[in-house]
C-alpha cells in the first residue's frame, strides 16, 4: 500500500491528489473519514477503511481526530 493518502478534488476535478495535513476521524456508522487539503486551499475528504486509516496514523501520514 501506499504511504499517502489520495482524494478526489472537487474543485479542480482531479483525481489521486495527494492530501496534506490529514486528519482521520470515525463516522457515526463506524467508518473511517480522512479529511485535509490539497496543499491550495482546497478542502478534500475520502472515506477509508478500516486497515488503511490506522496504517495511515501509525505511518505518521495522518493524525488520529477521535
Do not use: F
Amino acid at each position: 500500500m501506499s504511504k499517502m493518502l489520495t482524494a478526489y478534488c472537487m474543485k479542480t476535478k482531479e483525481k489521486d491528489v495527494p492530501m496534506k495535513d490529514a486528519v482521520i476521524t470515525k463516522t457515526a456508522r463506524g467508518g473511517y473519514m480522512a479529511q485535509g487539503n490539497d496543499g491550495k486551499g482546497n478542502k478534500m475528504t475520502t472515506m477509508l477503511g478500516e486497515a488503511r486509516a490506522l496504517e495511515a496514523v501509525k505511518d505518521g501520514v495522518a493524525k488520529k481526530g477521535w
